[in-house]
Each structure stands twice: as C-alpha cells, then as structure tokens.
C-alpha cells in the first residue's frame, strides 16, 4: 500500500525507538561478541530511529563489558542505553547495576547506563519486595504471565510503581499467549495505568503464519504483530475500549485495516491521532523486544510505512 510522506510521519510516531535489540537471545542466540558491534552498525544506520535499547542477562554483564570496550571510541561517543534481565535473587544483584552505572555513567566514561532491570517474579510479595531494592534510578519491569487474570499482578506492579513486561511468543507455539488473553494484559494495564513492555515472537509488522525458527523445517506458527499489539494498546489506553475490539484488533492479518494518514491512524471506526500515538508510546506502550532489526525493517517497508 503507497502512503503519503506525511503518512509515514505518523507512523514514525509509533515506531520511534520501538525496538529493543536482544540479538542475544533466541531464535538469533548471537554471540555477546558478534551481537555487540551489530547493535553498534544498528545505531548509525537508516534505521537506527526505531532503535531502543540493548538487552542482556545481568549475569552476562561482565562479557559485554568487554565486547563494548572493543568497540571503536566513535561507537561509544553516544551513551548506549541498556535493559538487563535479573536473575532468581535480584536483591544479590543490586550492586552490579550500581558499580555498571558508576564505571559508565555517574562517575566514569558517560557511554552506558542500564537504564532498565526485567525481573520475572513469582510470587505477588516479590514484587514490592523486589522493586524496594531498586535503588537506581531505572525502570522496573515485572514479568507477569496473561494464561490467567493479570489484574492482582498488575495492581501490584502500580503499587509498587514499576512497569510491567509481556511474553509475546517464542520459539514453540504454547509461548504464544491468546488473542483474548494479550487483550485482557492490554485492559488491565489502562486500567491500573500501568505501562508495559513485550517480549518475543515479534517479528513481523501484522499477525500471520511464520516460521518459528529461521529454520522453516521447525515448523510454522501464527505471530502476534507488533503493529497489531501497539494499535491495540493505543486504542486501550487513549479510548478505553472493551476486550472485544482489542481481540479484533489483534487478530487482524490484513495491514489495510490500518489507515495511516496526515494526522493519525484509523481502524475499526476509531482514530488515534499522532497525538495519541505518542502519548501511548511515551506512557503506555514503552517497547519490544527483538532479537532482528532486520525483520521488523523489511515488514514496514513493504508496507510503505518506513
């Protein structure tokens, strides 16, 4: 589909620093050596505007200190933002974040910062527990499951005024949650006006059948679209719209049921504005992780978006 340049504007609104690199991680499972300097030749490349940040286990911190510091001073010059997966004892994890942010940030060469910190929790007293702890100034980001009602988690992630963090899928077919249950998280996030975070299985601009793995021999599965998930939120967060036409919206496998134009985006009969799209990027509908800037780039320019 051809869009006008204002078109794309708008769209660049939604996209602008959408997704966090995680090369890393599967289905890519790069090398910490060989996923560093692509995340570097990311940065200052045509598309290095929908670039967030770079994520890496906590305990894999020390490995990319030194890939980081191979790199030449010039992919340096620009402090590197970066979201670190806690381990089972974040509270024994602490003082690696804060000794990381003074070497790089605070007092030392200002060229990184972990600016965020994932924790996947399992119980509801772990996350005011964990989140306490947090003394640095990075956001928190509880990883809750969608199988069943969210809302005591989430409610629990407001109060402790963190974040929350959604698994979109994966590389088998049972980690990809419901159409119904990704719309129940998204209702009850505007609802307790807690802002998110995704996580795998998004690889493509709008929901269809895909290779799980590179390896189409692994078989096929039907991905959620990172389109499809932050319309859906803006429509959850700017409308407060009911589950049923967040559902419709992310089970959309058509991209022309999303009309980009001058001043906004219209589907199902609503609008949102670019106003609202960058509100909902801003406050609600943070970012996602991927481990392929390649795919998600080759989607939107098909598309005309980009």
């Not at 660049?12 to 890519?28: E, M």
């Not at 965020?116 to 809750?144: G, M």
């Not at 049972?174 to 006006?193: K, M, S």
């Not at 021999?217 to 039907?222: E, M």
Request: hydrophobic content about 40%; aromatic content about 8%; glycine content about 8%.
């Amino acid at each position: 589909m051809a869009r006008t340049t204002l078109s794309m504007d708008c769209a660049r609104t939604l996209l602008t620093s959408l997704v966090d690199y995680a090369g890393i991680f599967p289905p890519a499972e790069l090398q910490m050596r060989t996923a560093v300097p692509r995340y570097a030749t990311h940065r200052v490349g045509p598309y290095a505007w929908l670039l967030g940040g770079f994520v890496l286990p906590l305990a894999q911190l020390e490995e990319f200190e030194h890939a980081f510091d191979d790199l030449p001073a010039g992919q340096r010059a620009t402090p590197w933002g970066l979201s670190v997966l806690a381990g089972r004892n974040p509270q024994a994890e602490v003082k690696k974040i804060v000794d990381f942010n003074r070497r790089h940030g605070d007092e030392g060469r200002q060229d990184a910062r972990i600016e965020s910190i994932e924790i996947k929790v399992h119980s509801l007293d772990d996350i005011a527990a964990d989140a306490d702890l947090i003394a640095e100034p990075a956001e928190v980001y509880f990883e809750v499951g969608v199988a069943t009602d969210p809302g005591d988690w989430l409610g629990a992630v407001a109060a402790a005024g963190a974040r929350a963090k959604v698994r979109t899928g994966g590389t088998s077919p049972e980690l990809y949650p419901t159409v119904a249950h990704l719309a129940r998280f998204l209702q009850a996030c505007a609802t307790n006006r807690v802002a998110f975070k995704a996580t795998a299985g998004l690889h493509h601009a709008v929901r269809g059948d895909y290779p799980v793995t590179p390896d189409e021999r692994n078989g096929r599965v039907t991905m959620h679209g990172f389109l499809n998930l932050f319309l859906a939120a803006g429509l959850a967060y700017t409308h407060r719209v009911g589950t049923e036409l967040l559902e419709t919206v992310l089970d959309e496998r058509s991209a022309d049921a999303f009309a980009f134009g001058q001043a906004g985006v219209t589907l199902y009969g609503r609008r949102l504005s670019c106003e609202d799209l960058a509100a909902t990027r801003r406050r609600f509908a943070i970012s996602y992780g991927s481990c392929s800037i390649d795919d998600p780039v080759e989607d939107l320019r098909r598309l005309g978006l980009i």
